[in-house]
């Protein structure tokens, strides 16, 4: 069964302090991962599509990596409007999503 | 521009009452979706249309019915919901079938109160 699990499920920083937010998955043929930012009460804001082991991208304070079996989402020097909840999703038959990592950064 | 917009915003309805909530996107994407979302929870999949014709049906309740005009709009009739219901409700758009790895675009959500 595909599977998507996010780690940790909240996480609480200061301004300034990176960190990194963890998505391991199980999916028979992977034809996309991606990074979605969610605010409250609104729709997840597309951050970054991977496709192969090895693959980067970056986007001001955030990174995304990818290996065989799991996806990072680097903050570096996160600021207060960095506080959302970052959503993993991996593309099988259909988008599975991982429960979220819900991320707060205090000034 | 990767927009897709969805009226209304905030919808409050009796569980006798018959509402629709409305999508657009106008990217030329060729797959529309609906998704609900419970608080603290991620998006589950409704339904799924690609090139107007429904393709993916998660066994949602009959209660809630899709309509998918054209190619850049998508509907979802509601009619004798349930407080479970309540919900935020997602539209989503991508350029095919989705299934090959595009990236979906979500509309900013309505926000569907039953009582």
């Known amino acids: 069964e595909d599977q998507v699990t996010q780690s940790p499920e909240a996480l609480r920083l200061q301004e300034g302090e990176s960190s990194s937010l963890n998505c391991s998955y199980t999916?028979?043929?992977?034809?996309?991962l991606f990074w979605y930012r969610q605010d409250p009460g609104k729709g997840p804001e597309f951050l970054f599509t991977l496709y192969s082991a090895g693959e980067e991208k970056e986007k001001e304070r955030l990174k995304a990596t990818l290996t065989k079996k799991e996806s990072f989402l680097h903050i570096t020097a996160p600021k207060p409007e960095d506080s959302a909840t970052y959503l993993c999703a991996v593309q099988a038959d259909k988008l599975v999503f991982g429960q979220g990592t819900r991320l707060t950064i205090n000034p | 521009d990767t927009e897709v917009t969805q009226t209304p915003k905030h919808l409050v309805m009796g569980m006798t009452n018959k509402k629709s909530l409305k999508c657009e996107q106008h990217?030329?994407?060729?797959?529309m979706y609906w998704y609900k979302q419970k608080a603290k929870k991620p998006p589950e999949l409704m339904f799924v249309?690609?090139?107007?014709?429904?393709?993916i049906n998660e066994s949602v309740p009959s209660r809630f019915s899709p309509e998918c005009p054209n190619s850049s709009l998508l509907n979802l009739h509601l009619h004798a919901l349930q407080p479970e219901d309540s919900a935020l409700y997602l539209c989503?758009?991508?350029?095919?079938?989705?299934?090959?790895?595009?990236?979906?675009?979500f509309g900013p959500g309505t926000r569907l109160l039953v009582l």
């Open positions: 249309y690609s090139y107007e014709k429904l393709s």
């Open positions: 990217m030329g994407h060729r797959a």
């Open positions: 989503a758009s991508s350029p095919t079938s989705g299934t090959y790895g595009e990236t979906q675009y």
């Open positions: 999916v028979s043929g992977l034809r996309g």
